[in-house]
């Protein structure tokens, strides 16, 4: 296994560098730069080209493509990430600045949809066509249908607004302190973010554990007279569990860049809000951090899933 | 075989005329330009679009004390614009580009009902959206003297926000529109209203100006947006006036009151707080409440950014040929960090504000206009020739008369150069201290919470007295953000401004908010590509 993951590692470097490189291109390939982006249109209007061209140059802006690359490269490799391009703050800073928020969120969301996902397909599943069943197939549905925007501000309307149970948005406020002041803060946008991913688990847990309970070997433990709850659970629910954690480890890397309408509508300063405004802004350094960021994760969690599924799964073998 | 000879030189005829009509440009006819303005009803757009929250325009310069009397309206008339289209030998066959950079529903629904009066008329036009270099796009010139527009468009939507009325007309100069070619006429006309600080004559130059552009129509003005200050029932600006909110007036926040929260705490909420940056005050000096309620300025205005008196200076004077300004500092100024304001951060200011590419157009020309400013900024001269100072005053000397100097300095905040001398002024708004601003208004600021909050806190040591509140709290929302709504309806909002309808249209229906409308000067107008040829 230690060479399996070696290697997977090793794999991870040219696979950043080729993704880094066409991100750039991507950015490239937009119309614009940071400076027109700056710049109000009303403003360019009096500022000379010679004005504009020196902003770009002091910006690093007017080297070639894959000269302005290189330097970025180098640099990602000597440790030195950049500045923002609109605000020269280190991009180092803004991504520790926001990644905090983003993986609160996250981690509510993964713990909650995972613990009670699997819970309650399982259930549904070992009460297959009964009314539990159904109704929480339609829960589920409801769940992977009704978008996230929507949810989150009928549950802001109804928690935040009508009820004043708990606040508007925004993650921390003056004078909070320790994380009990912070708690009321993460409760609705971790709770409708763990509630749509709820719906997701539930349904794939169901239909896993379904094909787990048909297969041979759920007879044979019945015929060596095993107690129900280690049929279904032991044996039962372990190979289930395969498909199950696939889906909860590829969603890992989508919750740091993938909670910006949940961090919109709640007024979340996650580092999915930095991630489209340094796209709009064609802020490219900080683009480029968080983009190889969410990459690494995809990565990250691609090995930790074969691993895991290795470890539940003894059929299963790294090497 | 005659036949054949016939229908190839028909076609040969018509290929000609459509490659003229190609290179021609038909709305450099001002009958094409009359004709467009009459074929709009803005009226029934105002009333139906805009839900009755704007004005039908007929100038660029706003209703009130500057206007033009006896301005003809181009009431709507399809008859009279067909008319003139007809007079005009209108090619009905070509399609008007018509672009704009507004990402709003608005946009898009005013560009369908511009469509359709157009069409009614025999004008066909298409829309789209500036995308990426949207000003190289907007504003490319073509080379002097060249009667062939560098840019690609027809027609261009967009607005003019003013600070001083000169910008409504400053931009129509020979050889610095990208779509009015200019005239003598037109650099007289822009000479006579930049020439004088005589008011009387100022208005006069004006009125003439309203004048001739009403006629001619480099811009179709459309409508004047206003603007709306909302505030909480729970908060009093105790007699504070009402002004135009995007720039600074005395609106006296050092004596507004707001009900104590549950722990007695008197905490004013507001929005237009920093997600990454604090933005400098040099550009949009009153925008963010971090400038507004952060920096003071040598000058103060009224509510219609008339100049009144000083804030930061004890007093100035102006020479009566209008070529030099001298202030005076009052005694013991301090930055919110307790160094000492000087005279010497106000001279600094201005002369790093010359080299800083993107500052307000009225402050850029106020400080050109300096003495020595031209050999300053070229490298030739360590520093500006005609700004002088003597202990606690300044005195400035104009090697051309600027007739907004006044406004400039109650707009323009001196920022410190102890924490700032070091700046590359092309990287200004990318130095470190914008990460938390030292400045010399009545409220300094405490906490930063980027992309979060900003608290603010009253500054002790205040020229103006101590504020009356305990805080001052942002939140990072602003105008046409679905936060704002929410944030009013939690009563986490107590004042604040928008031009957004839809904000208005959903504040006024709170309980807990009131919203005042004030007249500003802003103007969305139609820029029309008026060179002869065009480059499309």
Same mark, same amino acid.
Do not use: C
């Given at each position: 296994m230690l060479t399996f993951i070696i290697r997977r590692l090793l794999i991870v470097v040219p696979m950043l560098f080729v993704i880094s490189f066409l991100v750039y291109l991507g950015l490239e390939l937009t119309p614009g730069d940071a400076v027109s982006h700056m710049i109000d249109p009303e403003v360019a209007s009096r500022i000379s080209a010679e004005q504009l061209s020196e902003m770009r140059e002091a910006l690093g802006l007017n080297k070639s493509f894959l000269e302005r690359y290189y330097i970025w490269i180098v640099n990602v490799l000597q440790g030195d990430f950049g500045h923002s391009l609109a605000g020269g703050v280190p991009i180092s800073d803004i991504v520790f600045d926001r990644l905090p928020a983003t993986l609160e969120l996250s981690f509510i969301a993964i713990v909650f949809s995972t613990i009670f996902g699997c819970l309650l397909g399982v259930f549904s599943a070992l009460k297959k066509g009964s009314l539990t069943d159904n109704s929480l197939s339609v829960v589920g549905m409801l769940g992977i249908s009704i978008p996230e925007f929507f949810f989150g501000l009928v549950a802001l309307l109804i928690f935040a607004l009508n009820l004043q149970w708990l606040p508007i948005g925004g993650r921390l406020l003056p004078g909070y302190e320790t994380i009990w002041d912070r708690l009321p803060h993460m409760v609705l946008p971790g709770f409708v973010l763990a509630l749509m991913m709820t719906a997701g688990v539930m349904r794939y847990s169901r239909s896993a554990m379904l094909d787990s309970l048909s297969r041979d070997f759920i007879k044979t433990a019945r015929a060596k007279g095993l107690p129900e709850w280690r049929i279904n659970f032991i044996h039962g629910f372990r190979v289930a569990l395969t498909p199950v954690i696939v889906l909860i480890g590829f969603r890992l890397p989508t919750l740091i860049g993938g909670s910006v309408i949940i961090e919109q509508v709640f007024q979340w300063p996650g580092i999915g809000n930095e991630f489209i405004a340094a796209v709009r802004g064609q802020d490219y350094p900080l683009v480029m951090m968080i983009a190889l960021f969410s990459v690494f994760a995809v990565l990250m969690a691609s090995l930790i899933i074969d691993v895991l599924t290795a470890l539940v799964d003894p059929r299963v073998r790294l090497d | 075989?005659?036949?054949?000879?016939?229908?190839?030189?028909?076609?040969?005829? &018509?290929?000609?005329?459509?490659?003229?009509?190609?290179?021609?440009?038909?709305?450099?006819?001002?009958?094409?330009?009359?004709? =467009?303005?009459?074929?709009?009803?803005?009226?029934?757009?105002?009333? $139906?679009?805009?839900?009755?929250?704007?004005?039908?325009?007929?100038?660029?310069?706003?209703?009130?004390?500057? #206007?033009?009397?006896?301005?003809? #309206?181009?009431?709507?008339?399809?008859?009279?614009?067909?008319?003139?289209? @007809?007079?005009?030998?209108?090619?009905?066959?070509?399609?008007?580009?018509?672009?704009?950079?507004?990402?709003? &529903?608005? $946009?898009?629904?005013? %560009?369908?009902?511009?469509?359709?009066?157009?069409?009614?008329?025999?004008? #066909?036009?298409?829309?789209?959206?500036?995308?990426?270099?949207?000003?190289?796009?907007?504003?490319?010139?073509?080379?002097?003297? /060249?009667?062939?527009?560098?840019?690609?468009?027809?027609?261009? +939507?967009?607005? #003019?926000?003013?600070?001083?009325?000169?910008?409504?007309?400053? *931009?129509? &100069?020979?050889?610095?529109?990208?779509?009015?070619?200019?005239?003598?006429?037109?650099?007289?006309?822009?000479?006579?209203?930049? *020439?004088?600080?005589?008011?009387?004559?100022?208005?006069?130059?004006?009125?003439?100006?309203?004048?001739?552009?009403?006629?001619?129509?480099?811009?179709?003005?459309?409508?004047?947006?206003?603007?709306?200050?909302?505030?909480?029932?729970?908060? /009093?600006?105790?007699?504070?006036?009402?002004?135009?909110? &995007?720039?600074? +007036?005395?609106?006296?926040?050092?004596?507004?009151?707001?009900?104590?929260?549950?722990?007695?705490?008197?905490?004013? +909420?507001?929005?237009?707080?920093?997600?990454?940056?604090?933005?400098?005050?040099?550009?949009?000096? *009153?925008?963010?409440?971090?400038?507004?309620?952060?920096?003071?300025?040598?000058?103060?205005?009224?509510? /219609?950014?008339?100049?009144?008196?000083?804030?930061?200076?004890?007093?100035?004077?102006?020479?009566?040929?209008?070529?030099?300004?001298?202030?005076?500092? @009052?005694?013991?100024?301090?930055?919110?960090?307790?160094?000492?304001?000087?005279?010497?951060?106000?001279?600094?200011?201005?002369?790093?504000?010359?080299?800083?590419?993107? =500052?307000?157009?009225?402050?850029?020309?106020?400080?050109?206009s300096i003495e020595g400013a031209t050999a300053f900024k070229?490298?030739?001269?360590?520093?500006?020739? *005609?700004?002088?100072?003597?202990?606690?005053?300044?005195?400035?000397?104009?090697?051309?008369?600027?007739?907004? %100097?006044?406004?400039?300095?109650?707009?323009?905040?001196?920022?410190?150069?102890?924490?700032?001398?070091?700046?590359?002024?092309?990287?200004?708004?990318?130095?470190?201290?914008?990460?938390?601003?030292?400045?010399?208004?009545?409220?300094?600021?405490?906490?930063?919470?980027?992309?979060?909050?900003?608290?603010?806190?009253?500054?002790?040591?205040y020229h103006g007295g101590v504020a009356k509140v305990d805080e001052l709290v942002s939140f990072p929302s602003g105008q046409g953000d679905a936060n704002v709504l929410k944030n009013a309806a939690a009563g986490r909002l107590d004042f604040g401004f928008t031009k957004s309808v839809g904000d208005v249209k959903a504040l006024e229906a709170m309980e807990n908010m009131k919203v005042v409308a004030a007249d500003i000067p802003y103007t969305r107008s139609l820029r029309i590509n008026k060179f002869a040829n065009n480059a499309k």
């Open positions: - | 075989m005659n036949k054949f000879i016939g229908v190839a030189l028909a076609a040969a005829v &018509q290929m000609t005329s459509s490659l003229a009509y190609a290179d021609v440009n038909q709305l450099s006819d001002v009958r094409v330009r009359q004709a =467009i303005a009459y074929a709009i009803d803005m009226d029934t757009i105002v009333e $139906t679009l805009f839900e009755g929250k704007a004005i039908a325009a007929d100038s660029m310069i706003p209703n009130g004390a500057w #206007k033009a009397p006896g301005l003809n #309206k181009y009431t709507y008339n399809p008859d009279k614009a067909r008319e003139l289209l @007809k007079a005009a030998n209108w090619d009905s066959s070509q399609t008007l580009d018509v672009v704009f950079y507004y990402g709003d &529903q608005l $946009t898009a629904d005013l %560009m369908v009902a511009m469509q359709a009066y157009l069409g009614d008329v025999g004008v #066909k036009m298409t829309y789209r959206k500036l995308e990426g270099d949207v000003g190289g796009q907007l504003n490319a010139k073509p080379d002097a003297g /060249s009667d062939t527009s560098a840019i690609k468009w027809d027609i261009a +939507y967009g607005a #003019k926000a003013a600070l001083a009325l000169q910008e409504y007309y400053n *931009g129509y &100069q020979m050889g610095t529109s990208s779509y009015t070619p200019g005239n003598k006429e037109l650099d007289g006309l822009i000479e006579r209203i930049n *020439g004088t600080v005589d008011v009387a004559k100022q208005k006069t130059a004006f009125a003439d100006f309203e004048k001739y552009e009403n006629e001619n129509l480099s811009d179709i003005p459309l409508y004047y947006q206003q603007l709306f200050v909302y505030e909480s029932k729970r908060m /009093s600006r105790n007699g504070g006036q009402y002004g135009n909110d &995007q720039f600074n +007036y005395d609106w006296n926040i050092v004596n507004w009151t707001v009900e104590p929260d549950a722990k007695g705490k008197k905490v004013l +909420y507001t929005n237009t707080a920093p997600s990454q940056f604090f933005e400098h005050p040099w550009l949009n000096p *009153g925008v963010f409440i971090a400038s507004k309620a952060g920096f003071d300025h040598l000058l103060t205005a009224d509510g /219609s950014l008339v100049p009144t008196g000083g804030q930061l200076a004890k007093s100035f004077s102006v020479s009566d040929d209008g070529m030099s300004l001298t202030f005076e500092l @009052k005694d013991g100024l301090k930055w919110h960090d307790g160094e000492a304001l000087t005279a010497a951060d106000v001279a600094w200011s201005i002369e790093t504000a010359l080299k800083v590419p993107a =500052i307000n157009a009225v402050f850029a020309k106020t400080f050109d070229d490298g030739s001269a360590s520093s500006v020739s *005609g700004i002088k100072i003597d202990g606690n005053n300044i005195s400035l000397s104009f090697a051309k008369l600027d007739p907004n %100097m006044l406004l400039t300095f109650s707009q323009f905040p001196p920022l410190p150069k102890h924490l700032l001398g070091d700046v590359n002024p092309l990287e200004f708004q990318q130095h470190s201290f914008w990460q938390k601003p030292i400045g010399s208004g009545p409220f300094k600021i405490e906490e930063v919470q980027m992309n979060d909050f900003v608290r603010y806190t009253p500054f002790a040591d």
